[in-house]
């Protein structure tokens, strides 16, 4: 993450949340929880929340002038040299932020992150294979190409950008602009040769029904796979803690599948990183069966189950046959009446669920009952004159 003020060998930070009056506060709260935890994914810190409730953001600060000077002043105070805001923000926005945080400032930098921005390095952490690295690139490179200021250098150096010069004026912005645009060329190229490649791989795999974990980051996803496929895919208290898709083959009862685990969803996930990833989501778009997994002990489960059905209509695979996998009922303080949940989750358009804990392997013979009964309905499409011996 480049040089930043330390407490305690970790960065510090405030967040900002701007929402509209009459916002239930549980779910402010939630909406920066999830920042917080984003940050900390980063290796940030956050010390102070601030919020302010606004009928639509300020077009020049985000926040009102008001509020904006409490900010400043606290950071200039506390010497905190991150301000991570919990929305986009326009480039003119960015430029008007770090003027105001950094104008007479000469004992430190304050950098200003957006949501998309924040995500964004975390899957520049996070991204393993060539693949991977080349898409979140190509995302991060989008997103900046309108953002350069006179921050640019600080970013570059920040992110290991292309070469290093000694002012950062508007020639030198400029050069930058051409510097990215021919970048981002270049990688649009590399991911079109990637994806043919992957396409190809694909084509073979036509005559295997084709299984995809999906769901909001953080919901076991990562456990679940490596208990279906004996697998050891890596599974951590994080968001993003997968960010390339992992293919498995899998045998129930003597009938074979591939299951793959891909990138976990989130609200908000920004928009260039849905393009460059779409090669990736492929797995998801071209699956013949999506489970998707559910954190039920978080309290607000259920937008993510929005979020998760909105991006994936978002990215094509609106009518892909969906398993709703309810995990972590060991997490829930008590248990719910499941024939209830069930209705509930019927009226939202899911025909099919199961109630399961990936870490205590509750239920976890149903839930293989109820894919291999779902997945031998696809298997027939694709050999309807086979015999299958149950």
């Known amino acids: 993450m480049g040089s930043k003020e330390q407490t305690n060998g970790i960065a510090k930070a405030v967040l900002v949340a701007v929402t509209p009056s009459g916002t239930r506060e549980e779910l402010v709260t939630e909406h920066l929880d999830e920042l917080a935890f984003l940050a900390e994914t980063a290796g940030i810190s956050s010390i102070r929340r601030f919020i302010q409730h606004l009928a639509h953001p300020d077009v020049r600060t985000h926040v009102g002038k008001g509020k904006l000077e409490e900010i400043r002043n606290f950071v200039h105070k506390e010497k905190v040299t991150n301000v991570i ?7 003119s926005q960015l430029r008007n932020l770090e003027k105001e945080f950094n104008s007479g400032e000469k004992d430190f930098q304050v950098r200003i992150y957006d949501r998309s921005l924040l995500i964004l390095d975390i899957f520049v952490m996070r991204a393993q294979t060539a693949q991977a690295r080349t898409q979140v690139e190509l995302a991060m490179n989008q997103y900046l190409l309108p953002r350069l200021t006179r921050m640019w250098t600080h970013l570059e150096r920040q992110r290991g950008g ?13 050069t ?3 510097n990215i645009r021919y970048r981002i060329t270049l990688l649009k190229d ?5 994806e043919k490649q992957r396409a190809t791989q694909r084509k073979s795999r036509h005559s295997v029904v084709r299984v995809a974990l999906v769901g909001y980051t953080n919901v076991g996803k990562s456990t679940l796979m490596n208990l279906l496929a004996k697998s050891e895919v890596k599974a951590e208290n994080k968001l993003f803690a997968t960010v390339d898709a992992t293919v498995r083959k899998v045998v129930i ?3 074979p599948f591939l299951l793959s685990d891909t990138v ?3 609200r908000k996930l920004p928009h260039h990183l849905i393009e460059s990833f779409k090669s990736t989501l492929d797995e998801v778009r071209e699956a013949d069966l999506l489970l998707h997994v559910v954190d039920m002990a978080h309290p607000f489960h259920d937008n993510q189950i929005e979020v998760v059905t909105k991006t994936l209509s978002e990215i094509g695979a609106g009518n892909v046959p969906v398993v709703l996998v309810l995990n972590k009922i060991d997490l829930l303080p008590e248990q719910p009446d499941f024939e209830k949940v069930k209705g509930h989750y019927r009226q939202m358009g899911f ?4 109630f399961i804990s990936a870490t205590s392997r509750q239920n976890i013979a149903e839930l293989r009952q109820v894919m291999y009964d779902a997945v031998k309905t696809e298997h027939l499409k694709i050999y309807p004159n086979q015999l299958l011996i149950e």
């Open 85 to 91: 805001f919990d929305d986009d923000l326009s480039p």
């Open 162 to 174: 292309t070469g290093a010069r000694g002012g950062a004026g508007e020639k030198e912005i400029e």
């Open 176 to 178: 930058d602009r051409r």
């Open 190 to 194: 590399e991911l079109e040769k990637i």
């Open 253 to 255: 009862d003597q009938l």
């Open 264 to 266: 976990g969803f989130i």
């Open 351 to 354: 025909d099919r669920m199961v």
